[in-house]
């Protein structure tokens, strides 16, 4: 089974608003991964966990904030974001350490609108 | 520093044609992966075939075929006898140990009845 799971799958906010994006995996993965992809571009990397831990910030402003409970789990924290942050934001896994070797797994996706 | 090109940004064809889509990188490594994945409207990555350098062997998958050529740094995908449900974006990807996954443009692939 090779399932990324990500909720919400849309998502409006005010810029003032806190809100949380959430993705799981049951695959064992030990990496896991934040994309943003913006329409007609290619997704971009935000954030990568290996084994829990924060391997990768791609100088992503502080107001995109992730989190890693447990092996299975990836939150992305938001909090007074701007129009411009309006996106696709795509979780996803890996088996292998982070990095570009392995296949990584995409979920649907998380459609987030900025007002 | 990698970097994937895939020159075409759009290819329409009717349904059953066959539809060729090009990927070019760079890459100073000799240890790589290529991988390509379907990007339909819903929004999720489908992937469809990782490629080592040292595996230069073509492949084909049901109506899909890659043809990786080391000596030309291209690794094409194939799709034959199209079908409307292969109408989506298609990325071509470079992936390094210790680097990131890096992506091509992409390639919007739209198959008419």
């Known amino acids: 089974d090779t399932e990324v799971t990500q909720t919400p799958k849309h998502l409006v906010m005010g810029m003032t608003n806190k809100k949380s994006l959430k993705c799981e995996q049951h695959?064992?993965?030990?990496?896991m991964y934040w994309y943003k992809q913006k329409a007609k571009k290619p997704p971009e990397l935000m954030f990568v966990?290996?084994?829990?831990?924060?391997?990768i910030n791609e100088s992503v402003p502080s107001r995109f904030s992730p989190e890693c409970p447990n092996s299975s789990l990836l939150n992305l924290h938001l909090h007074a974001l701007q129009p411009e942050d309006s996106a696709l934001y795509l979780c996803?896994?890996?088996?292998?350490?982070?990095?570009?070797?392995?296949?990584?797994?995409f979920g649907p996706g998380t459609r987030l609108t900025v007002l | 520093a990698q970097k994937v090109t895939q020159a075409q940004t759009e290819i329409s064809v009717v349904e059953k044609e066959d539809v060729t889509l090009d990927c070019v990188y760079e890459?100073?490594?000799?240890?790589?992966?290529l991988f390509w994945y379907k990007q339909p409207p819903s929004g999720e990555l489908v992937f469809l075939i990782r490629?080592?350098?040292?595996?230069?062997q073509n492949e084909i998958s049901g109506r899909y075929s890659w043809n990786f050529q080391k000596s030309t740094s291209s690794f094409n995908f194939t799709i034959t006898a199209s079908q409307v449900v292969d109408s989506a974006v298609y990325f071509c990807?470079?992936?390094?140990?210790?680097?990131?996954?890096?992506f091509g443009g992409g390639t919007r692939v739209l198959v008419k009845p």
């Open positions: 996803a896994s890996s088996q292998g350490l982070a990095g570009g070797t392995d296949t990584q797994y």
């Open positions: 695959m064992g993965h030990r990496a």
């Open positions: 966990y290996s084994y829990e831990k924060l391997s």
């Open positions: 890459t100073r490594d000799t240890t790589y992966y």
């Open positions: 490629r080592n350098s040292f595996d230069e």
């Open positions: 990807a470079l992936g390094a140990a210790g680097n990131k996954l890096t």
